[in-house]
């Protein structure tokens, strides 16, 4: 399996780092100089030492895309890549627009709906009518 995708793999390094003792493993001894961080972050991902996980993914996508792919390989049952990738997909809505009731509930209601469903758009505007607000992304 191939992650092109930089967010994926990030996402996925993540992940593994807390739910896969094999991988932190296989994590630290391809990057010892981050073992501190991965620890950390594995008991905490919280903690502050994610900023330094992200740093040192973006200074080595290919090597951490290549440990990405030889891990499962070898272990594809360390995580149920169909419910990771559901969870972690990232929905453009670019081009869409809503009408919702004009309600503080419902407008709240769309808010979250837009953060589970992790919506991407560039920008958002809303206008109204007798009895609706009318959502557009762009």
Known sequence: ME??????T???????LTTSFKYQEAYIS?????EEHALS????PNCSCKGKLIDHFKANKEAVDKLNQDFLEKNPTEINLGEFL?????KN???RFFKIDKTEEAYAVFVEN???????FKHMSVTTDADSFVIFFA
Not at 10 to 16: F, G, H, K, M, P
Not at 114 to 120: G, P, S, T, V
Request: glycine share 2%.
């Open 93 to 95: 809505v670019a081009g």
């Open 114 to 120: 837009m953060k589970n469903e992790r919506w991407a």
């Open 30 to 34: 391809r990057f010892p100089e981050n």
């Open 10 to 16: 990030l996402a996925l390094t993540l992940e593994l």
């Open 3 to 8: 992650f092109n995708n930089d967010y994926i």
């Open 86 to 90: 559901t969870r972690v997909e990232i």
């Open 41 to 44: 972050f594995s008991v905490d």
